[in-house]
């Protein structure tokens, strides 16, 4: 199986670019919608941010405002790595079931759209590595625009991240988003034939029919080897 790693800056476009992987037939595990779930009402990982962060934080009808949380978290270094480790546990397990139920359907290409891909030091299981670059002034406008936020508060959020040209350096891939959306489409098409090449040897051993070949051999290895000693034993 070939783990493809997602990332980028906030609005730097890597749902939009998820969105056209999906729409391409290859499946996507996105750790926003992860970190989403493991914060509704009753879960273990809003009790958890509910002790941590108090009853302020939640709407009339018990949900956690997300806003809320937001302002307070992207203009506190340390209450968001409190929120992070918080919720790291919940949003890990959370993806890896995603990935493995993914790997008993047989998938050979999946993407994992993780904007903290460096931060959580999940890097290291993904290869290739996708970032989805954009020059900061677009970055900025397109996060204002789209979450209709402040500029302070757009800054505070994209400084909350390691620096994008930072995660450029670390890439295996670059798409740049600083253009218009067919720009975009036309670097999608290239990325798109890179990761569906043909899978390595390792990423087929590790894939669920690399799986049951690597067990069928072992099973018929064990076989032969029993009936060769049988036969020499009578002889
Ligand atoms: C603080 C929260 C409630 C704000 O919710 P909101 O709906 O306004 O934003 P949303 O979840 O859609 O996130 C938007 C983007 O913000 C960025 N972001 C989210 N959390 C963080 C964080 N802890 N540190 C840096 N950037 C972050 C990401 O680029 C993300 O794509 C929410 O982001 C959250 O619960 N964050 C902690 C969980 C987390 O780490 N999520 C990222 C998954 S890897
Ligand atoms: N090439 C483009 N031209 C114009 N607008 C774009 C382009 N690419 C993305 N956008 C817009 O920019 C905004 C940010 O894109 P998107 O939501 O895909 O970013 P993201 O990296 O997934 O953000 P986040 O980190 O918050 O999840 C969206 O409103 C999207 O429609």
């Known amino acids: 199986m070939r783990i493809v790693g997602l990332t980028g800056g906030i609005a730097s476009g890597k749902s939009t670019v998820s969105n056209l992987f999906k729409s391409n037939g290859i499946p996507v595990v996105?750790?926003?919608?992860i970190a989403r779930d493991v914060l509704k009402k009753g879960t273990g990982g809003w009790r958890r941010v509910v002790d941590a962060f108090g009853r302020d934080i939640l709407q009339d009808d018990g949900e956690v405002d997300r806003a809320k949380l937001g302002q307070i978290v992207f203009s506190d270094p340390a209450k968001r790595q409190l929120l992070n480790r918080l919720l790291a546990p919940f949003i890990s397990s959370g993806m890896f079931w995603?990935?493995?139920k993914l790997w008993i359907k047989g998938s050979k290409v999946i993407v994992l759209d993780v904007p903290l891909l460096f931060e959580a030091k999940l890097d290291r299981w993904t290869k290739?590595?996708?970032v989805v670059w954009v020059d900061p002034e677009t970055q900025l406008q397109r996060l204002m625009a789209r979450d209709e936020i402040s500029e302070e508060q757009a800054k505070n959020r994209i400084n909350a991240q390691i620096p994008l040209d930072w995660k450029k350096t670390k890439a295996d891939i670059v798409i740049d988003n600083s253009g218009s959306l067919e720009a975009l489409h036309e670097q999608f098409r290239k990325v798109s034939n890179q990761v569906t090449e043909s899978l390595t040897w390792v990423e087929f051993g590790l894939s669920r029919g690399g799986a049951l070949c690597v067990l069928v051999s072992?099973?018929?290895g064990v076989f032969t080897c029993r009936?060769?000693?049988n036969?020499?034993?009578m002889k």
């Not at 996105?30 to 919608?33: E, N």
């Open 98 to 100: 995603e990935v493995f």
């Open 30 to 33: 996105d750790a926003d919608l």
């Open 128 to 130: 290739p590595i996708i």
């Open 218 to 220: 072992v099973i018929v």
């Open 231 to 233: 036969n020499n034993r």
């Open 227 to 229: 009936s060769i000693y």
